[in-house]
């Protein structure tokens, strides 16, 4: 990735203070996305491959402590894609 | 009055998908206990023939469920035979990805299955895009022993990309083997824009073959069951 590529997004928020850091979201991420350090009660969970997320939610709604927020970029919010194009090119 | 600008509609928060194609009608064809055409194994849900939402998702997963159960209760036949040589083999080749050091990286793969998938097998179909995704899907496979995968998780990746090439190569099948428009908005072939109950009220099937998948349709009349080839194989029509 060059030096100019767009910072990648950082998808799931984890409260520092919050967390109970008890390997939950590690276990049930669908993505194999967020890593936690099993049996450390002092490590943080770290969300590893951050461009890969599907924003399905499990690890905020599994969280017991309320610690994850899914934070959805900007351009999921107000889709930019042209709706033309996702119909498909039509080859005559 | 007349809108100027499309309309979207989507649940994101709902983590269901936003696409012209919703609701459709295909996936692992099931028996009536849920189970697919290799013994032992079930599906149900969105990967099965019938869904419908999460309403359907949630009755087939309990009939799945139980046919499981009776399946297993069965004093002989639950534990599928394994060739232990084949499975060896496909071990094997899915590790040969960790030391393609200098191999094609599956985001690029993946990227091109979706963009074929998006631009000649979506919302609508004609021959001609069905026959030119075909032919980009094969020359993707050509290149899947190059895949490389930088760890574990590089490695489950990879598996998923060629999994995802295979459902796109498959589905571009059954759609172009379908000579017919259903339901619009899961099946439009602008080719045959009409729905033809008399020729193609049936079940597409796509098979592994000896070379390459094998296509084939049954009559809705039938039962799903009767396409597998362990149960009948007369019932089967070639449209291959």
């Not at chain 1, 991420?29 to 890593?35: R, T, W």
């Not at chain 2, 009608?25 to 032992?40: F, H, K, M, W």
């Not at chain 2, 496979?141 to 999994?163: C, F, I, N």
Request: glycine letters at 6%; charged letters at 25%.
């Amino acid at each position: 990735m060059s030096a100019k590529a767009k910072p990648v997004h950082n998808p799931i928020q984890i409260d520092a203070e919050t967390c109970v850091k008890c390997n939950l979201c590690d276990w049930i991420c669908p993505g194999d996305l967020i890593y936690k350090e099993e049996d450390n009660r002092e490590t943080l969970p770290v969300v590893q491959y951050p461009d890969e997320c599907w924003y399905c939610g499990l690890c905020q709604s599994i969280c017991p402590v309320d610690a994850i927020t899914v934070i959805f970029p900007k351009e999921m919010i107000h889709c930019e894609t042209n709706v033309v194009d996702l119909l498909g090119k039509v080859v005559e | 009055m007349a809108r100027d600008e499309p309309v979207e509609v989507s649940i994101s928060e709902l983590g269901i998908r936003r696409s012209g194609v919703y609701f459709r009608g295909s996936g692992l064809a099931v028996d009536t206990d849920g189970q697919t055409s290799i013994q032992s194994l079930f599906a149900a849900g969105d990967c099965a023939s019938v869904s419908g939402g999460i309403a359907g998702a949630s009755v087939l997963g309990h009939i799945a469920g139980e046919g499981v159960a009776a399946h297993l209760a069965k004093p002989q036949g639950a534990r599928p035979d394994i060739d232990m040589t084949a499975a060896d083999e496909i071990r094997a080749s899915a590790m040969a990805h960790m030391r393609n050091d200098d191999g094609l990286p599956w985001k690029e793969f993946e990227q091109q299955t979706r963009q074929t998938v998006s631009d000649y097998v979506g919302v609508r179909r004609n021959a001609k895009g069905l026959n030119l995704a075909l032919e980009t899907l094969r020359s993707l496979a050509a290149k899947e022993p190059t895949l490389k995968a930088d760890d574990l998780h590089g490695l489950m990746r990879v598996q998923e990309s060629k999994s995802i090439r295979l459902s796109a190569e498959l589905m571009a099948h059954a759609a172009l083997a379908r000579k017919e428009t259903r339901t619009r908005s899961s099946h439009r072939r602008l080719d045959y824009p009409e729905t033809d109950d008399a020729n193609w009220r049936k079940f597409v099937l796509v098979e592994r073959g000896s070379n390459g998948p094998n296509v084939s349709a049954l009559s809705c009349d039938k039962p799903l069951a009767a396409a597998f080839t362990r149960l009948d194989a007369e019932e089967l029509s070639d449209v291959g």
